[in-house]
């Protein structure tokens, strides 16, 4: 059984879990912000979990304040705005670090286990994307910049992988 689906994580509503109910599901793990150039990346990441929710895929969306502060909300302020502004009906969680001193366990995970040659070592800002496999596995790494559409290829092929 991969490590991913034994970290610890806190839903935005203050409860401790960890990513094991979504095994068999393909998961896409991606670092938010509120206040970003790319925050209407929302609207795509939401469109993606709708067309591909019933097929088992689940948007994971982890708010990060460590670019240029793009995320200063509370989980409350962070969760209302992306219900209000952008319909988000996909999980999202507490805050946390994606990179350096303080980053989750689960973003070291991720950075140092991306296969080549989509493996970058950094998470370079705001909606950086992992597609991950039924089986945990890390599929790919995208670009804060590859708009969610670009990466719908890759998900139906994950989704119609068996594993």
Avoid at 126 to 146: C, E, H, M, P, W
Wanted: charged share 20%.
């Amino acid at each position: 059984m991969s490590q991913l689906f034994q970290f610890e994580v806190q839903t935005i509503d203050g409860e401790v879990t960890t990513l094991e109910k979504y095994k068999g599901e393909v998961l896409l793990i991606v670092n938010t912000a509120s206040a970003c150039g790319l925050t209407p990346q929302y609207e795509g990441l939401q469109q993606l979990y709708d067309t591909y929710g019933d097929q088992g895929l689940v948007v994971l969306g982890f708010p990060c304040n460590q670019f240029a502060d793009q995320e200063p909300g509370t989980e409350e302020e962070i969760r209302n705005f992306c219900s209000l502004n952008y319909q988000v009906t996909f999980p999202l969680f507490a805050k946390i670090d994606v990179k350096g001193e303080n980053a989750h366990p689960l973003y070291e995970y991720l950075v140092n286990h991306v296969p080549d040659p989509y493996r970058t070592g950094d998470i370079e800002w705001n909606f950086v994307k992992f597609l991950i496999g039924r089986d945990g596995s890390i599929i790919k790494q995208y670009s804060a910049r590859t708009e969610p559409s670009a990466l719908e290829e890759d998900i139906r092929q994950a989704l119609s992988a068996t594993g």
